[in-house]
């Protein structure tokens, strides 16, 4: 299988309009890859607060139509990182959109964890509720968003449904960058499965990015990551080593924990 992560570079000089079409042209570019992702809210930046709700649009706004095309001009499977979304009867939320090689929304996922300690994207938006997983030919896919990489029940409860690959965007700061790829292999470990993560380059709302988008196998091991600057990770990768390596190293079967509700 092979997978195309789009560091893009979130800056404040280009409009989210030139960026969005920019965006569906490196997309076009990755034909011929099974899978591409984007990072997290990179039409607006993961801390530019205050356009959230400027550049909030609905699900089938106009992120989605550059993006689905995109999808079916290339013929892949597309995670086109979040936008924010405006729900006409609630609040914003992070919302994640997958395509089809053929251009359907095949999943919508809103991010559970919210970041901000009670400001930012804290207070602005909504908490998503529900898991999400997408079946591809080739594996099945779990999803979560950048600041959910800190809370590995939400990982479990993936795994449950069946994921073998975890795709994660973010739009993750430089100050916290050692976390990023110390938790991408963590979450790898623990779930033996596959994890994509894919971050914005850039700097945004005066915070700079940390880049080094990461994709890491089963065993933890780093099969490539980025740099700091806006770059395209490719890697092919054989889905078949999540079974292949719980099959050898079956610790999920122990698990105790969080199976059953606590007795009474």
């Keep these: 299988m092979r997978a195309s992560l789009i560091q893009i570079a979130v800056d404040e000089g280009e409009s989210v309009a030139s960026r969005r079409q920019r965006a569906a042209s490196l997309v076009r570019g990755q034909a011929g890859a099974d899978l591409v992702v984007l990072p997290e809210l990179w039409t607006t930046g ?8 400027r550049e909030a649009e609905p699900l089938q706004g106009p992120t989605y139509e550059a993006m689905a095309k995109a999808a079916s001009d290339a013929g892949v499977w597309l995670h086109a990182g979040s936008i924010p979304e405006r729900d006409p009867e609630g609040p914003l939320y992070n ?12 999943a919508a996922y809103r ?7 009670d400001k930012g994207e804290a207070v602005l938006m909504g908490a ?3 898991l999400v997983t997408v079946r591809l030919p080739e594996t099945t896919l779990g999803l979560a ?3 959910d990489l800190r809370f590995p029940e939400l990982f479990r409860g993936l795994v449950d449904a069946g994921a073998e690959t975890l795709v994660i965007p973010a739009g993750w700061p430089e100050r916290r960058r050692a976390h990023w790829t110390l938790l991408a292999q963590a979450r790898a470990v623990e779930n033996q499965s596959f994890v994509l993560a894919c971050g914005t380059a850039g700097t945004h709302a005066g915070v700079p990015q940390a880049g080094h988008s990461i994709v890491v196998d089963p065993w933890g091991e780093v099969l490539t990551q ?4 806006e770059e ?9 080593k999540v079974a292949t390596t719980r099959d050898q190293f079956p610790a999920l079967k122990d698990r105790v924990l969080g199976l059953e509700p606590p007795r009474s």
């Design 95 to 106: 919302t994640s959109l997958v395509f089809s090689p053929s251009g359907d929304l095949v």
């Design 145 to 147: 968003t950048c600041y």
């Design 226 to 229: 980025a740099g700091a600057d």
């Design 128 to 130: 998503g509720e529900e």
């Design 46 to 53: 993961a801390f530019a607060y205050e356009e959230f709700g």
């Design 232 to 240: 395209i990770l490719t890697v092919e990768f054989d889905p078949a």
């Design 111 to 117: 991010k559970i964890h919210r970041f901000g300690f």
